[in-house]
C-alpha cells in the first residue's frame, strides 16, 4: 500500500547516525545520501522504503496518535533496534518485551527520536 516513508529531520547528521543505529539490526543499511537526506532500504537495493529530509527549524513530529512501526525478524532484532536508537541519542518509549494487548506472540519496542517521531520496532511470533 505505502510506497515509502519520509520524515522531516531538524539535523540531518545526528539523524544519520541515530537512523543508522536503529536500522542496522533491522536489516536496512543506508542506499543513498546526499547533503539534503538519506534512504534506509535492504543492502544492494535500488529503493528505499524510508527516507529522512533535512528540514531544519520546520522539522515537526506529528502528534501522540502516529507512530511509525519497522519490521523485526526476531526478537534480537527488536532488542538491538531499541538499545541502539537509546544509545544513538533517542528516548526510551516502551523497552522490548511482549505486548499482549496487541496480540498474541507480539513483541516490540519503542524509541522516539532525536526529532520527536515515535517508532517501533516489532517481531510476530507464531
Sequence with gaps: ????????????????????????????????????????????????????????AAARAPGEGCHVAFAAADRAAVDAFHAGGVAAGGVDEGAPGLRPQYGE??????????DGYRLEAVCHEA
Design 1 to 56: 500500500m505505502i510506497d515509502h516513508l519520509s520524515l522531516g529531520v531538524a539535523d540531518l547528521d545526528r539523524s544519520l547516525a541515530f537512523y543508522d543505529a536503529t536500522l542496522a539490526p533491522l536489516g536496512h543499511v543506508r542506499v543513498w545520501s546526499h547533503e539534503r537526506g538519506a534512504g534506509y532500504g535492504p543492502p544492494r537495493s535500488a529503493d528505499e522504503p524510508f527516507a529522512i529530509h533535512a528540514a531544519g
Design 105 to 114: 506472540g507480539y513483541y516490540a519496542a519503542f524509541v522516539r527520536d532525536p
